[in-house]
């Protein structure tokens, strides 16, 4: 690990206005991604800028019956929180599926958005990897590409985002509270993260030096009704093979509204909107929810190790809408 520097803001404008300073400057709350890519030399920063003691730990029921959720929240206590769980148990339980409990206890909800992928060749220096080091080519496309992506990959970079918070928060319609050297702006969850494109090594629409503040979730009654479901190769701490973030509102077996997420399908977690607009407006099925997934997965494009992810998505989609729709049963 190279020599840094090392900040600890007084508040927003300083910390953004330090992290402007850095010609590889980087902000620093729990820590559980940062300090793992620093150790393997992919992340080389020369200024740390500490963001955790900045007043931004917050949980807060908004009047129009939304939650606002502070950017150093930890993993845990968002998890745990009462709003959370009966009012967005989607949320609690993609937290829940994620990571070790030791790593949520630390892991903020800013953080955990900007998390940068686990492909093993951006994690290896020694690798070909356009994310990493534009320009050096993308030696997953023909590697070991088991947990890449089956959906909106391009010739740079097949590369997954691992985040299931953020799966669960784009399901949810969710708003991102942005500072930056322009001053506060939104930027809604679903156009947080970018498609690779040629341009892999950006993984957000957020400018440089801009410093996450908070997640803003809408009041979404039917949210009541969701659930996350997550497979993965052990069920102890490991990244999701195929995940889907579900919220189901029912009306005399009818779909009245739904919103479907994927994780570890692309480059950004997938909002299924082809999924959604089948299932609208028709009486729920098992049947219906498959043809569902799969005119959102007509569009796949799976890589020579991972054709098992269509199937698997089909399988859980399918799984967590009959869940949900025998509990509104």
């Not at 500490?50 to 993993?75: F, K, Q, S, Y």
Request: positive net charge; contains cysteine; glycine residues 8%.
């Amino acid at each position: 690990m190279r020599a840094f520097r090392y900040h600890r803001p007084a508040d927003v404008a300083e910390a953004v206005t330090l992290l402007g300073a850095g010609t590889e400057a980087a902000y620093l709350a729990g820590g559980t991604n940062l300090v793992d890519l620093m150790k393997l030399g992919v992340a080389r920063p020369d200024v740390l800028v500490d963001v955790n003691r900045l007043p931004l730990g917050g949980i807060e029921a908004l009047p129009d019956g939304g939650l606002r959720v502070g950017a150093t929240v930890r993993n845990s206590d968002l998890a745990a929180h009462p709003v959370v769980r009966r009012d967005y148990p989607v949320l609690a339980r993609a937290l829940l599926a994620a990571a070790s409990g030791q790593l949520r206890n630390m892991a903020t909800t800013g953080g955990n958005l900007l998390q940068r992928t686990r492909c093993v060749y951006f994690q290896d220096t020694g690798k070909a990897c356009n994310k990493r080091e534009p320009g050096t080519g993308c030696a997953a496309r023909h590697g070991q590409n088991r947990d890449l992506a089956i959906l909106d990959w391009s010739e740079q970079c097949v590369a997954t985002h691992p985040s299931d918070l953020a799966v669960a928060l784009v399901a949810l319609d969710a708003v991102v509270e942005v500072t930056g050297v322009d001053g506060p702006r939104e930027v809604p969850m679903v156009e947080l993260h970018r498609s690779p494109g040629d341009h892999p090594e950006r993984d957000t629409v957020l400018p440089a030096g801009a410093l996450i503040t908070g997640v803003r979730v809408p009041p979404l009654p039917a949210a009541r009704r969701s659930s996350y479901l997550k497979v993965r190769d052990r069920a102890s701490f490991a990244f999701a093979a195929g995940s889907v973030a579900a919220v189901l509102d029912l009306d005399a077996g009818v779909v009245r509204d739904v919103r479907l997420a994927y994780g570890a399908v692309a480059h950004r977690p997938w909002r299924a909107l082809r999924a959604e607009a089948e299932l609208r407006g028709r009486p729920f099925t098992p049947e219906l929810a498959a043809v569902a997934a799969d005119a959102e997965l007509a569009s796949a494009r799976p890589l020579r190790h991972n054709a098992f992810k269509v199937p698997l998505v089909r399988a859980i989609t399918v799984r967590v809408l009959t869940e949900l729709a025998e509990v509104a049963a």
